[in-house]
């Protein structure tokens, strides 16, 4: 899957399940979980779909919340070793 | 009507005359018996839909396996902020030394069931599914972290004693499971009795304190809460353990087909009610 296809899912995603209002309105540097677009029982959810895009199960141990910032740092941190 | 402080006299007296070892209350068998259920089928979060239907029986029982170590690590995985928590509580200034001998007790039967879960995880599903849960910092009005803590509690506790009784009591099911869940249940249903009283009675004394927009924004993330935590029961890598394809979009689908939202209801009824009585919900969220 290429770049921005993968930016897109992501993007869309985060669309659907945000509870936020006017919330397609972001960019992939918007700070998703500051903004309130998503909030943090969303989490769980999407990590689930980004293994799903990935492939492969993502350890949560070994991650810091602040990759879960924006588009930017989740695309950084799940996707430039795979993509 | 008998207060938190009151209630853990007796339920210290109780764990005391059924205190058990965990290293010695069963022997584990090398290999679990073969062509039983490991769960009753109706408990299975696929249950009901087409992609069970589909599924052989020879399948359906695989799977009943790695849903009963997904249950059972995801009890285990809710227990361990559970005893960080209540360890964080023991000798707090407000307690009464009855609570504090009650909480020893409720530390070590939590202990004793992440050991037993492990244990079985291990030897049987040949792992404990890990949680996806990342915790962000957040600001808490007074005493909402102390009211969130015990709806933890009692969310995971509660939905994991539905799952204990319904499994403890099902003869098709294997033996040593159906005695590790029993035991369970009997050191819950102690951890339950005082986790509604103590929750009741925390939430009285700050709710009272909290602005309209507090209690409302509570409100909206314990029936979030509950519907995230249904979403672990749901597990793709347990499907795929259990050798089933698609296993992201057979959760999305079980998660969203009606036959699931309807067991979801029932199995969560009992904590709902408790939650609506006691004024921490005014209704039913959408599970």
């Not at chain 1, 799903?52 to 070994?62: F, N, P, V």
């Not at chain 2, 020893?104 to 599914?129: I, P, S, T």
């Not at chain 2, 102690?190 to 009285?204: D, M, P, S, Y």
Request: a negative charge.
């Amino acid at each position: 899957m290429q770049e921005q296809e993968i930016r897109a899912r992501l993007r869309d995603w985060i669309v659907k399940h945000s509870k936020a209002p006017g919330k397609a309105n972001f960019s992939d540097d918007t700070k998703i979980l500051e903004e309130g677009i998503l909030s943090s029982l969303d989490i769980v959810e999407f990590v689930l779909f980004i293994e799903s895009l990935r492939g492969e199960d993502i350890d949560t141990d070994d991650i810091e919340p602040a990759v879960f910032t924006s588009i930017n740092t989740l695309y950084t941190a799940f996707f430039t070793q795979v993509a | 009507m008998e207060t938190a402080s009151e209630l853990a006299v007796r339920l210290t007296k109780a764990s005391r005359k059924k205190f058990w070892d965990v290293y010695n209350f069963v022997e584990w068998p090398e290999a679990l018996q073969t062509d039983v259920w490991y769960m009753p089928p109706e408990l299975i979060s696929l249950y009901g839909t087409p992609a069970w239907d589909a599924l052989t029986e020879e399948q359906q029982k695989r799977l009943s396996l790695y849903e009963l170590g997904n249950f059972f690590s995801l009890v285990l995985q809710g227990e361990r902020p559970l005893v960080a928590g209540l360890v964080d509580r023991l000798y707090s200034k407000g307690n009464t030394t009855s609570v504090n001998e009650y909480l020893h007790h409720f530390v070590d039967e939590e202990n004793k069931h992440m050991v037993m879960f492990g244990e079985f995880c291990n030897r049987y599903v040949g792992k404990v599914y890990p949680e996806k849960k990342i915790v962000l910092p957040r600001e808490y009005a007074k005493g909402e972290e102390e009211v969130a803590f015990y709806c933890k509690v009692m969310v995971v506790e509660e939905l994991g004693d539905f799952y204990n009784l319904a499994i403890e009591k099902d003869e098709r099911c294997d033996p040593l499971v159906r005695e590790v869940n029993k035991v369970h249940h009997i050191d819950e249903a102690r951890h339950l009795a005082f986790g509604r009283v103590q929750l009741a009675e925390l939430f009285n004394k700050f709710a009272p304190g909290w602005s309209a927009e507090t209690l409302a924004g509570f409100r909206q993330w314990l029936g979030d809460y509950l519907r995230a935590s249904w979403g672990d029961y749901y597990n793709p890598t347990m499907y795929r353990d259990a050798g089933l394809a698609d296993s992201y979009e057979l959760r999305q689908m079980a998660m969203s087909h009606p036959a699931c939202a309807e067991f979801r209801k029932r199995a969560s009824s009992k904590v709902v009610n408790y939650f609506i009585k006691t004024g921490l919900l005014v209704e039913e969220p959408a599970l």
